[in-house]
């Protein structure tokens, strides 16, 4: 059958086809019953799609696969949040399961703490379900098991792998999926995170004498297995976190180089070659704004701008900032409350208020606590963010069909 799709092709005429298409059109157009074009609406174009084109967009979908081996994409199967609620908003709903999702920015910006909460989120999601499995790379030998524990890892406990080269991640990747078959848990989730890209050097660059000889060595690799392994993560359901460097793009003679993500810090760009920003489903940015005042808030920590330059689940290029501690990593309420203070639904001050509960005044470094303890604040507080979020990010940026 295969052969005779391949003649058929072969054997098409553009003519003929436009002549029928232009006959048709004409016969239609003269018939008495065929009433005025009218444009509809997008949201009523999405509803009038009789059975029969469904049934025929079926039979084709199911002909390709047949004959032209050609698969249609089942699509991203599921999300994990961050548990930063307005940087999900602005993912389209979390970290996307089955993708390379990118976590790039200058040493300091929180692009480590922000992945490791995210496994952290994974384990919380899927822990009690057998067969989930979460794991953290570290080329740069820098998280301790305590460091993931007290970012939120504890179910369980994991201790990262080090020594590793860019050949290894891929070798963990291939296990995980042969692992993952072997068990018959291909449906259920797994996560890892690979911490990082520019720091991860191949055996052959680590062997080197002569680093001159291995220029570019690295790039070439990945732009083969980068897309090879973004498939297998497809079809096992990994989410593969990537965590990248920004770095200075060099000006070398009269005119600046080309950007290929215009709205990338400028003049910063990525190791790893452009097969990574190919490949990602999410590209984040993130970089330090600055850091806070302890008397104020209680502990000591930075305020990180987070922005996704890429994105395939919702507008890219919005951005939020995100409140974190050294200690305990980023903030959801934190980070809430200070959304609903920059969109003024928190009035603040000396004494602060929400304007939706306007007779419960408190300070700042008790905003917690009081959260915490009262539930009734805590409901006000809650249905400020949710609605802030839906106005300010959700209907701004993805407004419904009209």
């Known amino acids: 059958m295969a052969k005779e799709v391949d003649e058929n092709i072969e054997n098409i005429d553009p003519d003929e086809i436009l002549k029928s298409v232009e006959l048709n059109f004409e016969e239609e157009r003269n018939e008495d019953t065929v009433d005025v074009v009218k444009p509809i609406g997008k949201k009523r174009a999405a509803v ?42 602005i993912l389209g709903g979390g970290i996307a399961i089955g993708a390379l999702d990118i976590i790039v920015g200058q040493p300091g910006s929180g692009k480590s703490m922000l992945a490791i909460q995210v496994l952290a989120k994974a384990q919380e999601i899927y822990g009690n379900q057998p067969g989930f499995i979460g794991h953290f790379l570290d080329s740069e030998e820098a998280t301790t098991t305590i460091r993931l524990s007290n970012l939120g890892v504890r179910n369980p406990l994991i201790k990262p792998y080090s020594d590793i080269t860019v050949e290894k991640v891929f070798k963990f990747l291939e296990g995980l999926c042969l692992f993952k078959e072997q068990k018959k848990i291909t449906h259920i989730p797994s996560i890892v995170i690979w911490d990082s890209i520019a720091n991860t050097l191949s055996e052959k660059e680590r062997e080197a004498a002569d680093v001159n000889s291995v220029i570019g060595y690295k790039a070439r690799m990945l732009s083969i297995l980068i897309p090879k392994y973004v498939a297998r993560c497809a079809q096992y359901n990994i989410a593969f976190i990537a965590v990248n460097q920004l770095r200075d793009v060099l000006n070398i003679g009269m005119f600046a180089p080309a950007k290929d993500l215009k709205f990338m810090s400028n003049s910063k760009d990525m190791p790893g070659g452009t097969v990574l920003k190919y490949n990602a489903f999410h590209l984040m940015e993130m970089k330090v704004k600055s850091v806070l005042a302890p008397e104020k808030y209680g502990f000591d920590g930075v305020v990180a701008k987070v922005k996704c330059v890429k994105n395939k689940l919702f507008a890219p290029n919005i951005e939020v900032d995100i409140i974190g501690s050294f200690q305990t990593g980023f903030s959801n309420f934190w980070t809430n409350y200070n959304f609903l203070g920059d969109n003024k639904a928190l009035k603040t001050g000396a004494w602060n208020y929400l304007v939706n509960m306007p007779e419960k005044k408190f300070r700042t470094k008790d905003a917690e606590t009081l959260y915490l303890e ?5 409901s006000h507080f809650d249905k400020a963010v949710k609605e802030t979020i839906q106005s300010e990010i959700i209907d701004k940026y993805n407004p419904s069909l009209d």
């Open 374 to 378: 009262d539930g009734d604040f805590k």
């Open 48 to 89: 009038v799609v009789d059975d029969e084109t469904k049934a025929l967009y079926s039979e084709f979908s199911s002909f390709l696969e047949d004959n032209v081996d050609m698969k249609a994409d089942s699509g991203i199967k599921s999300v994990i949040p961050t548990g930063i609620d307005i940087v999900d908003a």
